[in-house]
């Protein structure tokens, strides 16, 4: 068997993680990339370990960092996160090295490792401001709570200019290169938006207090748990998830349904009319041909939002009800919907996409726009007349 290598990110720091090819669903977003579970082996006095990986990769992990050292020589393993995707490797790891103090944030982590594999660890809780002196280095750890676990805590080296950022500016991304400039800016700024909009998003206001609790740092490199290394894009990235967190969307417009006999879908194409008509950019996104978890991707940076359903047994598809659940747990901000479909003998189904907008606290400047039976040139006039009606007073104002 070919021995699996370690990679240097900087003079004696090194990449150790686990490299995952197929996985293609993460929680319910689809990762068509893959993902790597990233681990940092830092030589020092005290030679340390950052984050560790999912359980099924230890023996990956392990390897690579037999190519470096033997790993009993270990003195700190660093938890930044309690997820099992980050530690899962945790007791393969903590046996291999005996001597090892496991470093976790205080209490979350604390509770939250010791719930998954028991308290019999040698744990070193530590809280944010905290540092750890390895040798040449000193280590710092800033807690980022709600990015996006309670425990989550990111650790910095000032000597290497590294932030060890765990979970933040990560991408569900399989590569055999390791840094942006390697693969491109636009794929992994593509899937850093894609991994920001499908777990990050909820926590908008936590971000923004993790970049201001990072602002005094200097740092030429991010060094994630997912994906790819930042060295030539940082600054890029990080004026990217400041946008994000702000919750500011673009004038850009979506337009998602499903349909059964085509009603529901002619109403979407003549909404979709409608915004390009004003000018406003928009996309179309047929729920049957594309997953939640990409279009969730654009309503990251969309102010409109139209969602469209006919009635099926007294209620909308299961397939837009399953969108507007997925998207509702997201919690955009800020947002415009406007709910529309067709019905034959009952208004339920876009009734009910109407009720899922308003939990989600979108304006709904056009009320429930329907449309009984079959479409007809007329009645869709009346849409495309209708959304134009309510929106351009909204964009004349944003402009």
């Known amino acids: 068997m070919a021995m699996l290598r370690a990679a240097e990110v900087k003079p004696d720091v090194w990449w150790v993680g686990g490299i995952d090819w ?6 319910g977003y689809t990762t068509e990339r893959g993902s790597t579970y990233n681990a940092y082996l830092i030589l020092d006095e005290k030679t340390t370990l950052v984050d560790t ?35 899962g490797a945790l007791p393969v790891v903590a046996k291999a090295c005996p001597n090892a103090q496991i470093v976790c944030s205080g209490p979350q982590g604390l509770r939250g490792l010791s719930a998954h594999y028991g308290e019999n660890f040698n744990f070193l809780p530590v809280k944010s401001g905290d540092t750890l002196s ?12 709600m990015v996006h676990w309670p425990d989550n805590m990111v650790t910095y080296s000032a000597y290497d200019k590294v932030l060890f950022s765990n979970d933040a500016f990560g991408q569900h991304f399989a590569s055999s290169k390791r840094f942006d400039d390697e693969v491109g800016l636009p794929e992994v700024m593509a899937q850093a938006k894609k991994y920001y909009a499908n777990i990050v998003m909820p926590y908008g206001k936590n971000v923004r207090a993790a970049l201001d609790g990072l ?17 030539s894009h940082v600054k890029d990235v990080l ?42 950019p928009a996309r ?22 139209a969602v469209g359903s006919p009635t099926l047994n007294k209620q909308m598809m299961p397939t837009v ?39 989600c606290k979108f304006q709904l400047p056009c009320g429930v726009i329907t449309h009984q039976w079959v479409e007809t040139p ?13 929106i351009g007073p909204l964009h004349d104002e944003a402009r």
């Open 22 to 27: 197929n996985e293609r669903n993460f929680h």
């Open 53 to 87: 990986c999912k359980g099924e990769f230890a023996q990956e992990m392990m390897e690579r960092i037999r190519t470096i050292i033997d790993p009993a020589e270990i003195s700190y393993i660093i938890a930044n996160h309690v997820e099992m995707d980050h530690s």
């Open 134 to 145: 390895i040798g040449k280095r000193t280590l710092q750890f800033v807690h980022t709570p």
């Open 215 to 231: 602002a005094g740092l200097e740092f030429d490199m991010i060094a994630p748990s997912h994906g790819v290394i930042w060295r």
């Open 239 to 280: 004026e990217k998830y400041a946008l994000w967190c702000s919750g500011e969307a673009e004038e850009y417009a979506l337009v998602i349904y499903d349909s059964m006999w085509h009603t529901t879908e002619a109403m979407a194409r003549a909404i979709t009319e409608a915004f390009m008509e004003m000018g406003i």
């Open 284 to 305: 179309l996104f047929d729920l049957k041909a594309n997953h939640m978890s990409d279009i969730m991707t654009e309503v990251l940076s969309a102010r409109y939002v």
């Open 321 to 359: 009800a399953a969108f507007l659940c997925y998207m509702k747990g997201l919690a955009p901000e800020g947002r415009v919907g406007i709910p529309f479909g067709s019905y034959g003998w009952m208004q339920a189904g876009p009734k009910d996409v109407a009720t899922a907008l308003e939990a």
């Open 378 to 390: 007329e009645g869709l006039d009346a849409v495309r007349d209708a959304v134009m009606a309510a």
